[in-house]
């Protein structure tokens, strides 16, 4: 087991300098010029030049590359150029907010897609399957973006003009409240649900073909209990570990989510980076999401390699 963690740890390292050195790069060959953006336009060629100097833009590329790997071990993600501030504080400032999203958006996604496919694996080809099958091919076809913009019409605009009540809030962001909550966490969840869906109704049938149901069958027991009790014990870490995966992906920032809902997350900060063009801020969001999803790879990983002996080798 120590061996195969060390693998997965190299691994993750591997990914995370792969990535580190890849936003770097693509960071500083897009046009624009970080220190012509931070002085403004009518700043002289001088100016921006003792700019360039002094955040250490005109040495080597590799030696900044180097530089900017180097603090990115200990911590160190840059300063962001526009906010005037470190930019890891900035991130985990905005940590919360999307943590809180993305747990609620996974939730909706597993309590609502699972049930779906143990119907539609239930009721294989009859009518309860291919109304499940529609449910799942619509939410995997609307846009994310589409889907949010309806809820907010549907469910917080059109109640509030109409009725003078104040169902759901059109936006901001209260912790814990689930009343900002609701809408978002919908949102992410409902295209999220149809995955599960399709996953669960695949792996479930694929259960419920094997011999140990047949032999709970003829032992007398009730379907309800065989597909609950056995046949969804095979099932589940395979859901689970697509819902770790999820659950990291997110937390590195829901960026469209966010963006509709003007959600103060991660993704929502990613985007604010990209409009002012500040590239350590850029830099240092994608670098936090990466790191968010190959944690949750390893724990994921490392988890399902103690349930079964056999992934470990």
């Known amino acids: 087991m120590g061996r195969y963690i060390a693998r997965r740890l190299l691994a993750a390292l591997a990914v995370l300098v792969t990535v580190g050195v890849l936003t770097f790069v693509l960071a500083y060959v897009v046009p624009g010029d970080p220190a012509r953006t931070l002085v403004g336009i009518r700043a002289s060629a001088a100016d921006v030049e003792r700019i360039r100097e002094a955040l250490g833009l005109n040495r080597p590329l590799v030696a900044q590359l180097a530089d900017y790997l180097l603090r990115a071990a200990q911590g160190d993600f840059g300063y962001s150029y526009q906010l005037r501030t470190p930019v890891l504080p900035l991130v985990l400032e905005r940590f919360p907010a ?11 996604s597993v309590l609502l897609g699972v049930p779906l496919g143990v119907v539609s ?10 109304l499940a099958s529609v449910v799942a091919v619509v939410l995997v076809s609307v846009p994310a973006f589409w889907l949010g913009y309806l809820l907010l019409h549907f469910l917080a605009f059109r109640p509030l003009v109409a009725w003078q009540v104040e169902v759901f809030p059109l936006s901001g962001y209260q912790p814990l409240d689930p009343r900002f909550l609701a809408l978002p966490a919908l949102t992410l969840g409902l295209t999220g649900a149809a995955y599960y869906s399709r996953m669960t109704r695949s792996a479930l049938i694929d259960e419920l073909g094997r011999d140990y149901v047949r032999t709970a069958r003829a032992k007398g027991l009730r379907e309800r209990l065989v597909t609950w009790r056995h046949a969804m014990r095979n099932v589940t870490p395979p859901l689970l570990t697509q819902a770790g995966l999820d659950l990291g992906f997110f937390l590195g920032g829901v960026v469209i989510i966010e963006q509709v809902f003007s959600w103060p997350g991660i993704g929502k900060l990613a985007v604010d980076a990209i409009y002012k063009a500040d590239v350590p801020l850029i830099m240092g969001t994608v670098l936090f999401a990466t790191v968010c999803i190959v944690v ?12 079964d002996p056999r992934i470990r080798r």
């Open 121 to 130: 694996a239930t009721f294989r080809g009859r009518g309860p399957d291919r």
């Open 98 to 108: 999307t943590a809180q999203l993305a747990a609620a958006g996974v939730a909706v």
């Open 296 to 307: 949750a790879n390893l724990v994921v990983d490392v988890g399902v390699a103690l349930l």
